[in-house]
C-alpha cells in the first residue's frame, strides 16, 4: 500500500517548543531542556522512517531565537555543533539525505562547511530525508525568493507573466522538498512563529500540550493516527 492509502503523510514537519518549560518544571535550567530534545529527535526520527514517513522537517532555531540572551545562543550553538558532528554522522551512515534550510552564514565558519559537506555527501540518498531548520525565517527565505525572481527578471531569464507557484517554490530553500502534509508543534502554543508560511497552505495542524523533550515514538503514533483521520479537501468538495 502507498502512504496515501495508508494515510501516512509522507512529509511531517515539527516546531520542536518547550525545552525550556521542560527544565524549568523540574528546577534544571534551559541548557537541560535543550539537551534533552535534542536526543528526542533521534527517537523521533527513527519511528518516523520506519512508518513510512519520508520527509521531516526539524524546526530547531528561528531567525528571532537570535535575540535571546547571549548566553543561551552560546549553548544552542555549541549543541548544534555536537549535532552536526555526531548525531549527523549517525544519520549519514543510515543513507540519512540532509539538508539545511535557513541562514547558515550567521553560524561560525567551521559549522557553516560542515553543513555544506553535509548536503554534498548525503545528496544522492534519496529513501529518507531530514530538513533542519536552523535560523530559518519564512519571512526571511520569502524575500531572499522575492530577490532572486526580481534579479532573473531583469536578467530576462523569463516574463513577469511566468511567475507561478512552481517558479516561486523553485526560489525558496525548499525547492525540491514536497510541502509539508502535517505541522506537529509541541508545548501548547498554537501558532506557527515564522515557520515555512509559504509551504504550510495546506498542511494540517496539529498542536500538543507535551513538551519536546517528553515527546515520543507514541506521541508521533497517536498524531499520524490523527492525520489519517483528517480530511483533506484542498479547497475542493
Ligand atoms: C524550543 O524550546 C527550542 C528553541 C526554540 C531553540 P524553547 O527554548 O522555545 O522552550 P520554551 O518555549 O521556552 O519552553
Ligand atoms: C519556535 O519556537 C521556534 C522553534 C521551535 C525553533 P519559539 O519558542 O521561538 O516560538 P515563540 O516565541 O513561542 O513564538
Ligand atoms: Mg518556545
Redesign the pocket.
Known amino acids: 500500500m502507498t502512504n496515501e492509502e495508508q494515510n501516512i503523510p509522507t512529509h511531517i514537519a515539527f516546531i ?7 527544565a ?1 518544571a523540574r528546577g534544571l535550567s ?1 541548557t537541560e ?2 539537551k534533552r ?1 535534542a536526543e528526542v529527535v533521534r527517537t523521533v526520527l527513527e519511528r518516523a522512517r520506519e512508518v513510512g514517513v519520508k520527509v521531516v522537517t526539524l524546526f ?3 531567525s528571532e ?1 537570535w535575540k535571546r540572551p547571549k548566553e543561551e545562543v552560546d549553548i ?1 550553538i555549541s549543541l548544534f555543533r555536537q549535532y552536526l558532528s555526531r548525531d549527523i554522522e549517525e544519520l549519514k551512515k543510515q543513507k540519512v539525505r540532509i539538508t539545511f534550510i535557513g541562514d547558515r552564514e550567521k553560524f561560525p565558519s567551521d559549522m557553516v562547511k560542515r553543513m555544506n559537506d553535509v548536503e554534498r555527501e548525503t545528496s544522492s540518498f534519496n529513501d529518507f530525508r531530514v530538513v533542519l531548520a536552523l535560523s530559518y525565517g519564512a519571512r526571511d527565505d520569502l524575500i531572499a525568493a522575492m530577490k532572486k525572481i526580481a534579479i532573473d527578471i531583469l536578467d530576462r531569464k523569463y516574463l513577469i507573466s511566468n511567475i507561478d507557484e512552481a517558479r516561486v517554490c523553485e526560489a525558496l530553500s525548499t525547492h525540491g522538498i514536497p510541502y509539508p502534509d502535517l505541522v506537529i508543534r509541541t ?1 501548547g ?1 498554537q501558532r506557527v512563529s515564522n515557520f515555512l508560511l509559504w509551504e504550510l497552505a495546506y498542511a494540517e495542524l496539529y498542536f500538543t500540550p507535551i ?2 523533550p517528553d515527546f515520543n515514538e507514541h506521541d508521533l503514533d497517536e498524531a499520524i493516527e490523527a492525520y489519517g483521520r483528517r480530511d483533506r479537501r484542498f479547497g475542493q468538495v
Open positions: 520542536m517548543d518547550g525545552n525550556g518549560r521542560w524549568q534551559r531542556g535543550h530534545g530547531a532555531f528561528s531565537n544552542l508545548s502554543e513538551y519536546w
